[in-house]
């Protein structure tokens, strides 16, 4: 049946002026690319683990979505900013009742977020000085961007200590000779810094375009 069908379509074809057949032919061609480049989208998208938190969330009676958000330098906003957002945003979930009922589970959420600003920044210890790309973070930001830790842990908000800092392989050892660190001091513009947790640098392509193969 198929079979005969596709006959009938291909006899119709012929019988239309060229100038038909090389439009259908164009138009199936970009159907073509439009599906292979749709594919190829949605692949490289469900590689990056940054972007699909919402679905590490989602389970049998809830479904998340994740939302990302960039700003221009000259559209930039302060931390006050988005805790302001925060408080909104809270306040009109609220207000829709749509947080979740804690009464079983106090340490519940329905929402959570993280923010982050790159530059860079001048990394001291001792006699050594390293110049290297900075990432200002807060928030949940590790939930959200599982760097591999290779020695101590992330730091949230909420940590007791704001200075603390993760740094990567290739600076823990060019300032340290050695990832074991955790627990060391260096200085940031003067202002002493801890070191949390130290990260693997990956050298997949998507890290490389970003910039993070480097000493960050």
Known sequence: MIKTRFLEF????????LKQIII?????VLIIVYMVLGWISTSIIDSLVDQNEGDRWEN???EMAQ???YFTEQNAVSESDIQKFEY?????LTGADLVADTSENSSSRIYADCYSS?????????TKALEVSAYGVGGDFFMFHPLTLISG???????MMEDNIVIDEITAWQ???SSNIVGEQVLIGDVPHFISGVVRNDDDKFSKAAGLTGAI
Do not use: M, R, W
């Open 10 to 17: 291909i006899n119709k074809i012929k019988h239309l002026p």
């Open 24 to 28: 259908l032919s164009v138009c199936a």
């Open 60 to 62: 049998d009676e809830t």
């Open 67 to 69: 939302i990302n958000v």
């Open 88 to 92: 909104n945003l809270t306040q009109n």
């Open 118 to 126: 790159s530059g860079s920044a001048t990394i001291v210890h001792g």
């Open 153 to 159: 842990s992330y730091f949230t908000s909420d940590s």
């Open 175 to 177: 300032l340290f000779g």
